[in-house]
C-alpha cells in the first residue's frame, strides 16, 4: 500500500468545536420550536444566536477544507517560478507543507526551498515539524526542502539571500499591525534585490470569505489594507488576483 501524505485539516479543532457546540443551538431552536410560551421564544433565540455564531462558520470550514486540494494552487500563480533559475524560496508558516510541497515539485529546473514554522502542537493547527518532513519524503521532494523553526517576525535566515518569499495565509495571524510592519520588513530583509514577494489572503468583505466562516470573516483583512501595506514597505510592480476571495498578490523588492 503506498504510504499517502498527511496535510491534515485547517484549524480542524475549531471547526469540530464550533460544530459541536453549533448543534447544541440546532437542539434548542427544535425545542423552542415545539415548546409555547417565553421558555419557547428563549430557546429560539438562543437557539439562532448559537447557529449563527458557531455551527455557521463550523460547516462553512469543513466545506473550505473539502475545496483546498482542488482549488487553491498556489503554485500555479506564482510567475516567479519560471522567471527565476534555480530559485532559493522561502515557504513562511509551512505548516504541514500542504503549499510548500506543491511548490517544491514545481522546481524542474534546480533550486532549494525552505520552509519554517512555529510547529506548536495545538488542536488548531496540528502543526508538527516531523509530519511537514515526512511529508517531503512521502512526496520525493525532501532533497530539495529544508523545514525547521522559524517566525515570520523574526526569520532565522541572513539578508538577501531568497529569491521568492512566499506567505500563504498567514500574516492575519499575527494578530497587531506593528507584528505584520515587523515581518514584512523581516521578508524584505532576507529578499534579494528584485526578489519575489507572494501573499495569499482571505478578503475579508468577499462573499466568499462571510459564506465560509461567518461572522468570523473579521478574522481577515480587506484586500485593500494588503496593498497599503505592502507600498508603504517599499515593494514595487504590485499585482494581485482574487479568486473566490482568497487573493494572490505578488510584488518585488
Not at 516567479?80 to 532559493?88: D, M, T, Y
Not at 522559524?150 to 506593528?178: K, Q, Y
Amino acid at each position: 500500500m503506498v504510504e499517502k501524505p498527511q496535510y491534515g485539516w485547517y484549524v480542524k479543532g475549531l471547526i469540530v468545536g464550533f460544530s459541536l457546540f453549533g448543534l447544541l443551538g440546532l437542539g434548542a431552536l427544535i425545542i423552542g420550536l415545539l415548546l409555547k410560551g417565553l421558555i419557547g421564544v428563549i430557546l429560539i433565540l438562543t437557539g439562532v444566536s448559537i447557529i449563527i455564531l458557531f455551527l455557521w462558520p463550523g460547516i462553512g470550514m469543513a466545506v473550505l477544507n473539502l475545496m483546498l486540494n482542488n482549488r487553491f494552487y498556489i503554485n500555479s500563480k506564482m510567475k516567479a517560478l519560471n522567471e527565476v533559475k534555480s530559485p532559493q524560496i522561502l515557504d513562511i508558516g509551512c505548516g504541514t507543507g500542504r503549499t510548500a510541497i506543491k511548490i517544491a515539485k514545481d522546481l524542474k529546473n534546480g533550486g532549494h526551498l525552505y520552509g519554517i514554522d512555529i510547529y506548536k502542537k495545538i488542536a488548531i493547527s496540528g502543526n508538527a515539524l516531523e509530519t511537514v518532513q515526512k511529508n517531503a519524503q512521502i512526496e520525493e521532494v525532501d532533497d530539495i526542502t529544508t523545514f525547521q523553526y522559524g517566525s515570520a517576525t523574526d526569520i532565522p535566515f541572513e539578508d538577501e539571500i531568497f529569491d521568492i518569499v512566499n506567505v500563504s495565509s498567514v500574516l492575519h495571524e499575527v494578530h497587531d499591525d506593528d507584528g505584520q510592519k515587523k515581518a514584512l520588513n523581516e521578508i524584505y530583509r532576507v529578499l534579494k534585490p528584485q526578489g519575489y514577494l507572494c501573499i495569499s489572503e482571505w478578503n475579508r468583505y468577499s462573499w466568499q470569505t462571510i459564506a465560509y466562516c461567518g461572522i468570523f470573516c473579521f478574522v481577515f483583512k480587506p484586500l485593500k489594507y494588503w496593498l497599503d501595506l505592502l507600498k508603504k514597505h517599499n515593494f514595487k510592480d504590485l499585482k494581485y488576483e482574487n479568486s473566490g476571495g482568497f487573493v494572490f498578490f505578488e510584488a518585488r523588492k
